[in-house]
């Protein structure tokens, strides 16, 4: 058996999620299928560096699977994307070592999250970013993300449904952009919870609207309780853009 990673990107519009689900559409069950089909009818199994959303997209999500058969990376690529819907697109496919894991040996991610602050909402923007026309306060939100930097306990930043019980993670930059009628945020860190960039950012509004004082976030860090943080973005200003490894 070989082993394949791949990197692929996705609009996350139409799936209900990445993971599979039972009469749902989500991305892995697409994939899978695909490559089911290619292996005439032997179910191949996919794993991914991580779980997206209902709605959220993806620019680089990495994937890998095994499979007894052996092409050429270029035929791999052509061969999977002839067969993928239109809202799936395989970027790279390479041959990875037989302990590789797209999920257990990736060491960092970076996602990024779209605001359109235009006052009319913009139908064709609506499925690639979260419309909030509404002023917000930027150099107070960076204030706030600064307090976020570093290793803590983002217990209070994660869904109550989170299964994981170490909630210890470690962010290396938060970037917010801002320019006529966008707002951008880049986060980069070592791994992140369930909900847990739709929960910044939904805190961080929170502060850039006046709800909140940037030192707030201190007190919400301490507290380890999902009640004392801001709202949850709406999944489709989510993009995850990039995995380390």
């Given at each position: 058996m070989n082993r394949y990673k791949c990197i692929i990107a996705y609009d996350g519009s139409g799936f209900s999620g990445y993971q599979v689900q039972p009469k749902k559409r989500t991305v892995q069950s697409v994939i899978e299928a695909v490559l089911t089909k290619m292996h005439k009818g032997s179910h191949v199994k996919i794993s991914a560096s991580g779980r997206t959303d209902a709605g959220v997209h993806a620019k680089g999500q990495v994937i890998h699977f095994d499979s007894p058969l052996s092409l050429p990376m270029e035929k791999w690529e052509f061969a999977l994307n002839s067969m993928m819907p239109e809202d799936i697109s395989i970027l790279r496919v390479e041959e990875a070592d037989p302990a590789f894991h797209a999920r257990f040996d990736a060491n960092g991610k970076e996602y990024r999250y779209f605001l359109n602050q235009s006052l009319k909402r913009d139908p064709f923007q609506r499925n690639y970013s979260f419309h909030y026309p509404y002023p917000l306060n930027i150099t107070a939100m960076r204030e706030a993300s600064a307090y976020l930097l570093g290793t803590h306990d983002f217990s209070s930043f994660c869904s109550a449904r989170t299964e994981v019980e170490d909630k210890i993670r470690t962010i290396e930059t938060i970037e917010i952009l801002q320019d006529e009628e966008h707002v951008s945020f880049r986060f980069i860190g070592n791994g992140f919870l369930y909900n847990m960039v739709r929960i910044l950012v939904g805190t961080l509004i929170e502060v850039g609207s006046g709800k909140r004082q940037p030192e707030e976030i201190v007190e919400i860090l301490e507290k380890k309780d999902?009640?004392?943080?801001?709202?949850?973005?709406?999944?489709?200003?989510?993009?995850?853009?990039?995995?380390?490894?």
């Open positions: 999902r009640r004392y943080a801001g709202k949850t973005a709406p999944g489709q200003g989510l993009y995850l853009w990039q995995v380390f490894y």
